[in-house]
Each structure stands twice: as structure tokens, then as C-alpha cells.
């Protein structure tokens, strides 16, 4: 115990991560396109289609505020990912930064936050996909008994939907990461595409009025609930997920122009994507008709005759969700693979991680 605590403080110099080792290698695989569509991949998610509703109702019109100021502060930590990514392109994201900076025990720490972060993405994001498949599985008139399709939390046995897409997502990825990263990119589109159908079908019956009063709650002070800055707070988490891209930097071909590329353009699509589809949102019913609905966007399609649309947004979802989870079981391989590389986790596993297998199988 005394000369591990010698070292909390020990720090790893950029040289020493960047020089040749004989651990297991990254082949580099990936250009910029790749990483666009694992970082709009990994943002684009849940937050869109539910988050749209909450912000709105804190915020009402000015929600438009809130998801610009939230890409704002957002695009200030994209840009020093992108930076940090750069100067070390290994495969450790912000537990290497933190080592090279701040030493080893805040290296592990960080290390070990990102594997519990990425965990328990993953596992919100597939109970999330879970229930959408259900809806819409139930939709096509199959209907699966909820002792299947819910843990033992909410009055199920097992939540097989969600484990089969872990399952699913985890095979993607011990095909390789080029061939992960391709299937990502259409599988984006498709997402990409759903919400543009949504623009298109809600712009024509775009009401101005909707956007009076534009900011009915304010703009939001210290320890007050609603809003601009509330619904900032909470849309923050539509934006997070950039992150996921850094950890790909050693697959990189060019990681000093590829990496800010994608991790800051990624940024850029989604602010862009968002303004765009929140716009269209509020345009095209008062604010009040789905604050408080969980799918925002496919009620506003049903209130307006537009009920197979709704189901086709409804499906994109179950298409769309599993790249957010590609995005961070990647991620997360790679963090594993980091760290051990560094003694600090088993070695066995940065042989296992650097074939892709990621750590839900390995553990």
C-alpha cells in the first residue's frame, strides 16, 4: 500500500505514450467521415426525440436559446477534446489527458468514472430501445409478455430486448471497427433522414404566433426551476456523447486534421439539426400541446393527420437508438485497452479490448 500511494502523483510524459510499445496495437482504419457519423451517431439520440418536450415546457419558445447555449458550452469542451486529442492520439480519451496532466491517481479515477459512465449509458440507452421496439412491435400487433421486456425493478424477470441489442451491437463490433464504422454511418443517415421528413412535414404549417410570448419563464436565475438556463441544464444532456469520438484516435489516419474535424463538426451538425427541428416543433403546434409528452415530436405528427409518419418516426427511433450505443461499447473497449496498456487494469484485457471485444463480455 505505501509505494502505490508513492505514485498518486506520478505523471506520464506524451513522448513515453506516443513512443513504440509491444502491447497489442490499433490498426488505423478510420477517416473523418467516420468519425462525423460516430459522433453525431452517439449525440443524436434519445434526447432529440424526448428532451425537445421537456425544454419547451421549462422554457417555452425560447427553448431555441436554451439548445444554442447549451451547444455553446458544449462546443468549449469539443474544442479541448479536439486539442487533446491531437497532441495524444492513443486510445485512453480523458484518462490519458488526466495522466499526462494530472497524475496517476487521477488518472484512474477518471479512467474508471468513463467505464462506469459508458456502462451505464449503454444500459439506459438499450432499456430505452427496449421500450421503443416494444411500442413498436405492439404497433404490428405482436405483443411480448412484460416478464421479458422489463427487469426486476419494474415488474419484470429480464429485459431480453435490451440484452439482445447489447448482444447485437457487441457482435458489430468483434467484426472490426471499419466495418462498425460503416454500418454506423448509414445507420446515422437513416436517423439524420427521419428528423429532416419531421422538418419537412411540420414546416409547411409553421404558425409564428406559436413563438409569442417567446419567453415566458425568463431567462432563468440561481436555484429556479424553469427557464432558458433550466432547460439548458437539462438539454445539455442532447449534446454529450462528442466524447466517445477521442477514444478512436489511434484508429485515426490523420488524427491531427481528422479527430477536430470530427469531434467539432459533430458538434456543429447537431446544434444545427436541433435549432432546426425545434423550430419546426414549436412552429407547428403551441408549445403547451407537448410539453409534458415523452415523444414530442411523433405526437406533433399525429395531431396533425400525420399518423404513419409518426409510426415511421417511431421506427427510425428503434434504427437510430443502437448507434448510441455502438458509439460508447466502442468507447469504452478502448478506455479498457488504455489502461491496461498502463498496468493499471489486467493485461489480459488489453489483448481482449484491442480485438474489439468490449468490456460487458470480458468482465
Known amino acids: 500500500g505505501v509505494n502505490a500511494m508513492a505514485f498518486w502523483n506520478r505523471r506520464r510524459s506524451i513522448g513515453a505514450m506516443l513512443a513504440p510499445h509491444d502491447g497489442p496495437r490499433l490498426k488505423p482504419t478510420l477517416s473523418w467521415p467516420h468519425l ?6 452517439a449525440i443524436v439520440g434519445t ?9 419547451a415546457g421549462l422554457a417555452g419558445p425560447a427553448v431555441l436559446i436554451s439548445f444554442g447555449l447549451a451547444g455553446l458550452v458544449c462546443a468549449c469542451s469539443a474544442l479541448a477534446y479536439a486539442e487533446l486529442s491531437t497532441m495524444m492520439p492513443t486510445a485512453g480519451s480523458a484518462y490519458t489527458y488526466s495522466y499526462a496532466v494530472l497524475g496517476e491517481m487521477i488518472a ?5 468514472s468513463l467505464i462506469l459512465e459508458y456502462s451505464l449509458v449503454v444500459s439506459a440507452v438499450a432499456v430505452g430501445w427496449s421500450g421503443y421496439a416494444v411500442g413498436f412491435l405492439t404497433g404490428l400487433g405482436i405483443d411480448l409478455p412484460t416478464v421479458l421486456t422489463a427487469g426486476p425493478h419494474a415488474g419484470g424477470i429480464v429485459n431480453l430486448p435490451a440484452v439482445a ?8 463490433l468483434l467484426l472490426g471497427t471499419k466495418e462498425s464504422a460503416t454500418l454506423n454511418a448509414i445507420l446515422v443517415l437513416i436517423k439524420i433522414a ?3 421528413v419531421f422538418v419537412a412535414i411540420a414546416l409547411p404549417a409553421f ?3 406559436h413563438f409569442t410570448p417567446f419567453m415566458p419563464n425568463g431567462f432563468g436565475a440561481p436555484f429556479v426551476q424553469t427557464g432558458v438556463m433550466a432547460a439548458a441544464a437539462i438539454i445539455f444532456f442532447a449534446f454529450y456523447g462528442f466524447d466517445a469520438i477521442s477514444t478512436a484516435a489511434e484508429e485515426t489516419k490523420k488524427p491531427e486534421r481528422d479527430l477536430a474535424i ?12 436541433y435549432l432546426v427541428v425545434a423550430a419546426a416543433a414549436i ?5 403547451a400541446t407537448f410539453a409534458s409528452s415523452p415523444e414530442p415530436l411523433a405526437l406533433i405528427l399525429r395531431q396533425m393527420g400525420q399518423g404513419t409518419a409518426a409510426q415511421w418516426i417511431a421506427a427510425a427511433a428503434v434504427v437510430a437508438l443502437p448507434t448510441v450505443l455502438l458509439a460508447f461499447l466502442f468507447g469504452q473497449s478502448r478506455i479498457f485497452l488504455g489502461m491496461a496498456r498502463d498496468g493499471l487494469l489486467p493485461r489480459r484485457l488489453a489483448k481482449l479490448s484491442s480485438r474489439g471485444v468490449p468490456a460487458v463480455v470480458t468482465v
Open 36 to 41: 462525423l457519423a460516430l459522433g453525431v451517431g
Open 47 to 55: 434526447g432529440i426525440l424526448t428532451l425537445i418536450g421537456v425544454g
Open 108 to 112: 484512474w479515477i477518471v479512467g474508471w
Open 165 to 172: 441489442i447489447i448482444g447485437v451491437i457487441t457482435g458489430l
Open 194 to 196: 427521419a428528423l429532416a
Open 207 to 209: 404558425k409564428p404566433e
Open 262 to 273: 470530427g469531434i467539432v463538426g459533430s458538434m456543429l451538425i447537431c446544434t444545427a439539426l
Open 283 to 287: 412552429g407547428a403546434r403551441p408549445v
